[in-house]
Nanobody
Framework: QVQLVESGGGLVQAGGSLRLSCAAS????????MGWFRQAPGKEREFVEA????????YYADSVKGRFTISRDNAKNTAYLEMNRLKPEDTAVYYC??????????????????WGQGTQVTVSS
């Protein structure tokens, strides 16, 4: 069983930056990858970025390319999402998630086994 706790959300003006953290505990040695997803009101959950836990291979959505960066600190069992040049359309609840088995569909939220509680990110114009 893996527990995930996000932090770092908040209110920021357009063009600003935030860094989200996701602390994992429990069966972290078995994690294959960590991902970040977001969900805006009335919209479906959307893939943002993912990173494999051992190799550090990253995946990202085109909508955040060049603005967001995912990283991880294995010693701290923590994944991060650095968000720069934020836009109002980035406003959403951001969730981190863990997938325990290798997956070719790492951008598919249905593949993930564990989820955090979410953290709100609001970008004002």
């Amino acid at each position: 069983q893996v527990q995930l706790v996000e932090s770092g959300g908040g209110l920021v003006q357009a063009g600003g930056s935030l860094r989200l953290s996701c602390a994992a505990s429990g069966g972290t040695v078995s994690i294959y990858a960590m991902g970040w997803f977001r969900q805006a009101p009335g919209k479906e959950r959307e893939f943002v970025e993912a990173i494999t836990w051992s190799g550090g291979i990253t995946y990202y959505a085109d909508s955040v390319k060049g603005r967001f960066t995912i990283s991880r600190d294995n010693a701290k069992n923590t994944a991060y999402l650095e968000m720069n040049r934020l836009k109002p359309e980035d406003t959403a609840v951001y969730y981190c998630a863990a997938v325990m088995r290798r997956s070719l569909s790492i951008n598919n939220y249905a593949r993930y086994d564990y989820w955090g509680q979410g953290t709100q990110v609001t970008v004002s114009s």
